[in-house]
């Protein structure tokens, strides 16, 4: 029998003796890995869902935003600041290799109602560019088109998911007319869903566009949020990022607006979104401590049982090292026990949310949940092992 | 013969409560010969339990010299003194200090765990054909609170020869045991010494069991009378 093994087969046939004990020991580590894993797994599935979003925006998608970089990877960028106005928009629309601009305006929480019933959407008020820049496609009907933006046509396109929500059935709802933010509006076109909008957040499905003359309704001054536009050829972006840049510094300063890649506001998103969630995740590292300190408490307790014991092996050749290693063994098993079924009572939830979220528990989640659970074992087990460990062994083997 | 262990003028003093000192072993000289069966007799609060654990190598003295194959080993590390108790003496105890939770013939295994040495000595084979000679062989998955005192003490017996150590400590090995069961463990231990030579040394308190050995060794009040 080797010694490894036989530290092991000891460790593992007290357990057994002592069932109960070691299952609520095990508990503590079980409830703070499942918590740190879920959480993860919840955090992976969102930063999925959120590039998921992006990508299918398409690629060469630049948009010109108020606030600096900094301010909006800090979550500050749409509040307070510059708006952007025609001249803006008609100097970007001169560079060569831009192929659609979009200025946009955008009224969050509005209500639109139809048919007795209403929901809450979002008022995208932008040209006849911006469905075709966010990659959408039409359903039925037809796009807002240059004659709608100049005759100021209060027409609106809606996502098929919110005409169903309406309307129940998106087949006769061209043509019909909504109540928007208090004034009449006309759809003209439907477009096909795309998802998102989950966790009470908005999606694309949530969004209504109308032209921005529309939306001086509710956008007196008649300045524009942000423009985005397309670049032709990939090559081109930076430089025509430059341009912008350039062009933009002239009226405003260098840190009142910013022209980023959908990329990079993927990454700023990112970045925000990670913070928030190593926060989370910190919190629930917590959980981690206190079975920790549970399986301290059972290893003092298990030491004191077996004093006598510690005494015999001592008195037989064992080195206090070997005591040691034998006690610390089997807080480690414990803890990384307890870390084995929480991971595996995290993927089973995993498994079971995922046709409503796509949480994922990657490798990196499994080997911090292992690893950190060990190192727990080996954190709170020092003590009750050293003082196993440091027994003489003529009053241990005397102890009754 | 060769001495397998010397005291060269030991002293045990332990520091009690305050500044007092309690001198537990004074000025002990003593010698054991290999293949000699020896007898420390003593009553209880003698010393003879400190003098044991110094003989076990389960402890050190105070002052003076413990002398195994020529070297003094009073200023060994824990681990050193660990390894050698290991390997040169082999424990029989009064309350046999069996581990209940294990069986026979884990508790027997259990000073090959903790040996260092590198060797080819397959000890379980040896294990088991101990326990078959000392008639435990059906009894090898037994737990030791499911045998008889006897059994027990043999178990501890079998232990204490699994590492072929140079001596057999046996602490008051017939004190929970009846009397009769007792002599058989004693009868054991001499024929263990007769057969096979082994140099076995017990501490009693009951002077018949003194008389049964070759050589005794007397302690009162801390001196070999």
Partial sequence: MNYLGFIIKASLFDFSRNKGRTFLTTLGILIGVLSVVLLMALGLGLKKYIENQFESLGANLVYVMPGSKKTIMQGGGMIGGIKFDDKDVAKIKRLKTISSIAPVVAKSGAEISANGKSEIVEIVGSNENIVPIFNLEIERGRLIEKSDMEKSAKVVLLSKTTVEKLFGSSDSAVGEKVDLAGQTYKIIGIIKSKGGGALGGSGFDDHVYITYKAAYSFNPDKKYYAIYFKVTDKEDINTTKEEVQSILSKRYDEDEFSVMEQTEIMESVNSIFNIINSVLVAIAAISLVVGGIGIMNIMYVSVTERIKEIGIRRALGATKNDILYHFLMESVLLSFMGGVLGLGLAYLIVALVQSIFPAYINIQSILLALGVSSIIGVIFGVFPSKKAADLSPIDAIRYE | ?225
């Fill in chain 2, 1 to 225: 013969m060769a001495a397998i262990i010397k005291l060269e003028n030991v002293w045990k003093e332990y520091r009690l409560d305050g500044d007092l000192i309690f001198t537990a072993l004074k000025t002990i000289n003593l010698e054991i010969k290999t293949g000699e069966l020896t007898a420390i007799i003593g009553p209880s609060g003698s010393g003879k339990s400190t003098l044991m654990h110094i003989i076990g190598l389960l402890d050190q003295p105070s002052k003076g010299k413990v002398i195994i194959n020529n070297k003094d080993i009073s200023h060994l590390t824990d681990d050193e003194l660990s390894i050698l108790r290991n390997e040169f003496v082999g424990f029989v105890f009064q309350q046999f200090n069996l581990i209940n939770k294990l069986t026979v013939l884990e508790n027997v295994m259990i000073p090959a765990i903790y040996c260092r040495k590198k060797t080819e000595i397959n000890y379980k084979d040896n294990a088991l054909k101990l326990l078959e000679r000392f008639g435990l062989g059906s009894k090898i998955n037994s737990y030791p609170n499911r045998i008889s005192g006897g059994q027990q003490q043999r178990v501890a017996i079998v232990r204490a020869l699994i590492m072929n150590p140079k001596m057999i400590l046996a602490d008051e090995p017939t004190g929970n045991l009846d009397s009769k069961t007792g002599k058989e463990i004693i009868e054991l231990l001499r024929r263990l010494n007769k057969e096979e030579n082994k140099t076995i040394v017990i501490v009693t308190h009951d002077p018949e069991i003194a008389l049964l050995m070759e050589k005794t060794i007397k302690i009162k009040d801390g001196e070999i009378v």
